[in-house]
């Protein structure tokens, strides 16, 4: 079986892409605790301008949503990336790996940077090379299936490269891995805005569907969601008719079938809405009740990611040090 490693970064409450992009996709892969790791990736968070408390706060419910989509830590490892000092001495190996100018061509990069330049708070240098700690997070347990929505593809590429380019020059040292996508809604679309993807914090909220979200704020949502001009049938035209698309993928994943297919059996926007809303509505009743039991016991949550900590150390540990001696570094 092949490893699995994927990560989620606790900048904003988690939201239904997530879900469907990733973290569904965990729950169907966990197998054992060796095979399948799971991370709250919280340096990651530290890239833009953040509260630190409040990144405290969300890395907790980060890992409580993790339990409640129904992650079995007898399954899988997880735990989280600050915990494991594997994650940061790797990156810098790669870092020695990376060039300037492939790192400037990450799309998220120059999004991201574009927006803090506009705010005024400056570029994190961090927020450039961390595709390269997103790297050293696979490459540190030769993970060789990663998880992810469509957004994190090119990161997974430039993780592959890294991979590829290590190995030649300094000797067969890491599994080289693949990213792997679900077969719908790798790309979950704002609800007010459907040319640009769901994001944990995207400006106003309203066509964000947070997986704590209640069924009346799903439903509002949902129903508020912009859709294409002229309502003269529903088709599945991603190009043509983003609005409309996004809701049929988001149906497609909610509940089984093909978005085309599905478009068939709706006249209108209305009823199609409504469908959308019951359905995620439903999709999110159950990991909502194991949250709202998980919140009570924080000590629990804590054990968990205290012994996946301890694990994901004893698999890194290995390959980062077999790095260490192979890129000339001198045994301690
Ligand atoms: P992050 O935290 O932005 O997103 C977590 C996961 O959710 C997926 N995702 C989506 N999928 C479909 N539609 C959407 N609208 C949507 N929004 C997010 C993302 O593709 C991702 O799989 N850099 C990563 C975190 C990371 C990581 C890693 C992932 C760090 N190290 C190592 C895998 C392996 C990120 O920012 O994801």
């Known amino acids: 079986t092949p490893r699995i490693f994927s990560g989620i970064k606790p900048t904003g409450h988690l939201t239904l892409g997530n879900y469907l992009g990733a973290l569904r996709q965990w729950v169907a892969a966990d197998r054992t605790p060796e095979s399948a790791l799971f991370c ?17 706060r969300l890395s907790r419910q980060a890992a409580t949503l993790f339990l409640a989509a129904g992650l079995d830590p007898q ?8 915990h494991v000092d594997e994650h940061t001495r790797l990156a810098y190996l790669l870092e020695c790996t990376a060039t300037d100018g492939e790192l400037r061509r990450m799309i998220q990069y ?54 590829v380019r290590f190995n030649q020059r300094y000797g067969h040292t890491f599994a080289v891995p693949k990213a792997t996508l679900p077969a719908v809604a790798a790309r979950v679309m704002d609800l007010q805005d459907p040319t640009s993807k769901m994001g944990k914090s995207h400006e106003s909220g309203a066509g964000i569907v947070y997986l704590l979200d209640e069924p009346g704020v799903v439903r509002k949502k949902v129903m508020r969601a912009v859709t294409d001009s002229g309502d003269d049938g ?7 008719r983003p609005g409309v698309a996004n809701l049929l993928d988001i149906l497609a994943a909610c509940a089984g079938g093909d978005p085309a ?7 209108g926007y209305g009823a199609l809405k409504r469908d959308v809303a019951d359905a995620v509505v439903e999709l999110l009743r159950p990991l909502q009740e194991r949250h ?25 540990r290995p390959v980062v040090d077999r790095a260490y001696r192979a890129i000339g570094l001198l045994e301690p």
């Open 292 to 316: 709202a039991e998980l919140a009570g016991d924080p000590a629990e949550v804590e054990k968990v990611l205290r012994e996946g900590a301890e694990r994901a150390r004893q698999l890194a």
């Open 75 to 82: 399954r899988c490892t997880l735990f989280v990336q600050s």
């Open 110 to 163: 120059k999004e991201k940077a574009a927006k803090a330049q506009v705010s005024g708070e400056g570029v994190r240098l961090s927020l450039l090379t961390y595709p390269v700690l997103m790297a050293a997070d696979i490459l540190a347990y030769g993970a060789q299936e990663v998880p992810v929505g469509e957004d994190q593809r090119q990161h997974v590429e430039l993780t592959r490269d890294l991979a």
């Open 261 to 267: 297919v599905l478009a068939e059996g709706y006249s």
């Open 234 to 240: 529903v088709v599945y035209d991603r190009e043509a």
């Open 40 to 56: 709250v990736v919280d340096l990651h968070a530290l890239t833009v301008e953040h509260e630190p408390a409040r990144v405290r």
